[in-house]
């Protein structure tokens, strides 16, 4: 297996815990370990007796029963735990492809989609979203490339960086089309829950078709990256045994402070969702105000679910040059679109508490310009 380097994380490296203001950050706000524990009364004194030996392989079942509930009909037998959610794309794609198969991919996407996915021998056919479209999916299109040998389709909603979100209708045609052609499904679902107004929630995959997978992780809607705790669920008993055993390769278990610690955040999901729903309403606000009064720099599709967006700058920028320049003066650091695979955008997160005044230093940075 030969793997490309994962070009946002080795872009983040000399800037991620340097820069100031992390106006590219694809999470919501973090919190405490002091403030989860004060989410339920015996929960520190519980932490602290807590049983520093290995794990079960498959997550503890206290977890895998909290994760469970996250969907309709799932049972915690039907969940696997992994070290985060790029350990369960690295394995589910392992499971399911080999040489000689063929897979669609959304694009763009989170790297390991389709790195992994191609070092498996696969070929691997992208599907493209466009900015001219709003950042929609053309139904048409996957179906046009649909082959005979397309073992899998890989979809992004919320998306990673767009935040484009599938409606109903969108998702309900694409389990069908599966569904009539046994195409398993792997959806990265890991912004599932952090929608903007309820009506866009969707049913997870998982719960519409047995042939399909739900990706989630503690890191992205809940705010919790720290944990290092992510996720399969999924009817199809073939795939999570054949991940079970390839799981014995990597972490084997997860860590017992941070399984139980996933637990107490997700049976108290609903707050910590409430929380980061706040400040990304407050910072739709900020933002609907800025992309009015600098449309000659960037415009934007307004997203209806997570954190991020991936607004365009105007031709006359070089996104790589203009992320660099910010980050040198001002300390805000964005994500340039050379990353995806799409120069000229740039990837905004608006899940943090200090968004106003990287707001603030990102106007005033603009008016600076020549």
């Given at each position: 297996?030969?793997?490309?380097?994962?070009?946002?994380?080795?872009?983040?490296?000399?800037?991620?815990?340097?820069?100031?203001?992390m106006l590219g950050s694809s999470d919501s706000e973090s919190v405490s370990i002091g403030d989860l524990l004060a989410l339920e009364p015996e929960a520190a004194e519980q932490f602290h007796r807590h049983w520093l030996g290995y794990t079960e392989a498959?997550?503890?079942?206290?977890l895998r029963e909290e994760i469970a509930r996250v969907y309709s009909s799932m049972a915690p037998g039907q969940v696997l735990v992994f070290a985060g959610a790029e350990e369960a794309i690295f394995w589910y794609l392992n499971a399911t492809l080999q040489?000689?198969?063929?897979?669609?991919?959304?694009?763009?996407?989170?790297?390991?989609?389709?790195?992994?996915?191609?070092?498996?021998?696969?070929?691997?056919?992208?599907?493209?979203?466009?900015?001219?479209?709003?950042?929609?999916?053309?139904?048409?299109?996957?179906?046009?490339?649909?082959?005979?040998?397309?073992?899998?389709?890989?979809?992004?909603?919320?998306?990673?960086?767009?935040?484009?979100?599938?409606?109903?209708?969108?998702?309900?045609?694409?389990?069908?089309?599966?569904?009539?052609?046994?195409?398993?499904?792997?959806?990265?679902?890991?912004?599932?829950?952090?929608?903007?107004?309820?009506?866009?929630?969707?049913?997870?995959?998982?719960?519409?078709?047995?042939?399909?997978?739900?990706?989630?992780?503690?890191?992205?809607?809940?705010?919790?990256?720290?944990?290092?705790?992510?996720?399969?669920?999924?009817?199809?008993?073939?795939?999570?045994?054949?991940?079970?055993?390839?799981?014995?390769?990597?972490?084997?278990?997860?860590?017992?402070?941070?399984?139980?610690?996933?637990?107490?955040?997700?049976?108290?999901?609903?707050?910590?969702?409430?929380?980061?729903?706040?400040?990304?309403?407050?910072?739709?606000?900020?933002?609907?105000?800025?992309?009015?009064?600098?449309?000659?720099?960037?415009?934007?599709?307004?997203?209806?679910?997570?954190?991020?967006?991936?607004?365009?700058?105007?031709?006359?920028?070089?996104?790589?040059?203009?992320?660099?320049?910010?980050?040198?003066?001002?300390?805000?650091?964005?994500?340039?679109?050379?990353?995806?695979?799409?120069?000229?955008?740039?990837?905004?997160?608006?899940?943090?508490?200090?968004?106003?005044?990287?707001?603030?230093?990102?106007?005033?940075?603009?008016?600076?310009?020549?």
């Amino acid at each position: 297996m030969r793997l490309k380097p994962f070009r946002l994380e080795r872009f983040f490296v000399p800037f991620e815990f340097a820069a100031r203001y992390m106006l590219g950050s694809s999470d919501s706000e973090s919190v405490s370990i002091g403030d989860l524990l004060a989410l339920e009364p015996e929960a520190a004194e519980q932490f602290h007796r807590h049983w520093l030996g290995y794990t079960e392989a498959a997550g503890a079942p206290y977890l895998r029963e909290e994760i469970a509930r996250v969907y309709s009909s799932m049972a915690p037998g039907q969940v696997l735990v992994f070290a985060g959610a790029e350990e369960a794309i690295f394995w589910y794609l392992n499971a399911t492809l080999q040489s000689g198969d063929h897979a669609i991919i959304q694009t763009p996407c989170y790297q390991s989609h389709q790195e992994v996915a191609r070092a498996t021998g696969a070929e691997v056919t992208e599907w493209p979203l466009r900015f001219e479209d709003g950042w929609a999916i053309d139904l048409g299109w996957l179906e046009a490339n649909i082959r005979p040998n397309t073992r899998l389709i890989v979809l992004t909603t919320p998306n990673n960086p767009t935040g484009a979100h599938l409606t109903r209708a969108e998702q309900q045609s694409v389990v069908e089309l599966a569904r009539s052609r046994g195409i398993r499904l792997f959806f990265d679902e890991v912004y599932r829950e952090l929608e903007h107004a309820p009506e866009h929630r969707l049913p997870a995959v998982c719960d519409l078709y047995d042939r399909a997978a739900s990706l989630g992780v503690m890191s992205k809607s809940y705010g919790l990256p720290g944990l290092r705790i992510g996720w399969i669920a999924t009817h199809d008993g073939e795939v999570l045994a054949r991940m079970q055993e390839l799981k014995d390769y990597t972490s084997l278990c997860n860590a017992a402070p941070s399984e139980f610690l996933a637990a107490l955040a997700l049976r108290n999901r609903a707050k910590l969702l409430e929380r980061n729903l706040g400040i990304v309403h407050r910072n739709l606000e900020l933002l609907d105000g800025f992309f009015q009064r600098w449309s000659q720099v960037m415009t934007w599709v307004r997203p209806v679910a997570g954190p991020i967006c991936f607004p365009k700058l105007q031709p006359s920028i070089s996104s790589a040059a203009f992320v660099q320049d910010l980050v040198d003066r001002e300390s805000i650091l964005m994500v340039p679109g050379e990353v995806y695979d799409r120069p000229g955008f740039v990837r905004m997160g608006f899940g943090r508490q200090n968004m106003p005044e990287a707001l603030e230093r990102l106007e005033a940075y603009l008016r600076a310009r020549p």
